[in-house]
């Protein structure tokens, strides 16, 4: 997918972005199966190139922003039970104020339970910037997620 917009309220240029995915489903046998899935997103001028405070000179400047978004997982399916690990990154290039870039790894457990539902139970860990920017902040999350998938029938 592309996407092109304008440079909003505060921008300086437009900004041009970039989505691609992929994914593959190994059926070992009847119950069990392996899906490895990939996605990218690229954004140029994130933002619309916005107009900033330099930390350093003080001075008010356009942002130069690049971001990349990147996901990468494997999922394992055995019958009603299912796991997956994931690892995603949100890197950040920035002209001015640079910003370290993000890491979450993910971990998760699950089962269909009847009719559609599902229940997955699962961890993650992250690292991700303070408020301030520059330094780091290790983050532990644990999930629980409830899903329904609508199934729906043609005439």
Known sequence: ALVSRGPGQNGTARELGLAAGARYEHIWSRDLRTLFFFEYVQFNNAGGRPLVTDDATDSTVPQQTTRRFTTVGVRQS????????????????QAVNPMPTQRFYEISFGR???????FDIGYQYSRVPRETG???LDNHTFLAM????PSFTYP
Do not use: C, Y
Not at 78 to 92: I, Y
Not at 112 to 118: K, T
């Open 78 to 93: 055995f019958g009603p039970w299912r796991t997956a690990l994931v690892f995603q990154q949100d890197l950040q290039k």
């Open 112 to 118: 269909e339970l009847f009719r559609n539902i599902g």
């Open 134 to 136: 520059q330094t780091m």
């Open 146 to 149: 409830l899903t329904w998938r």
